[in-house]
């Protein structure tokens, strides 16, 4: 639903000539997101602790899916899930590992994406 109606906005402003592209800032973390700076971009998988884990899991829950993760910074399954959700909404190998590309789908995601 979310889709069809994007995608009929998108269809009526190129009718009208207004379409503007939206890019998201690159590497910008939402504010609340501030656990580490967005260079830390360390490999993270099940079992780790620490401030990137605390981000990681802070900007999935800015971008939507299931679950909402408690930001305690514990690698742990609920997070290992929500990655998977996300690298499989975003067209990555689902291995749970938060790698350089899932980062950069963490600080970019796609907007179709739900």
Do not use: E
């Not at 503007?20 to 602790?49: E, I, W, Y």
């Amino acid at each position: 639903m979310r889709r069809r109606m994007a995608s009929a906005a998108c269809a009526a402003a190129l009718a009208v000539g207004t379409l503007t592209a939206f890019t998201p800032a690159a590497d910008a973390a939402p504010s609340n997101c501030a656990h580490t700076s967005s260079g830390n971009r360390p490999t993270l998988r099940s079992g780790d602790t620490g401030a990137a884990v605390k981000q990681a899991q802070c900007l999935s829950n800015v971008w939507s899916g299931v679950p909402k993760l408690k930001v305690d910074g514990t690698y742990g399954s609920q997070t290992r899930t929500k990655i998977i959700w996300i690298q499989g909404c975003h067209g990555l190998p689902r291995d749970g590992i938060v790698g350089p590309d899932t980062w950069d789908v963490l600080y970019n995601p796609a907007l179709d994406c739900d």
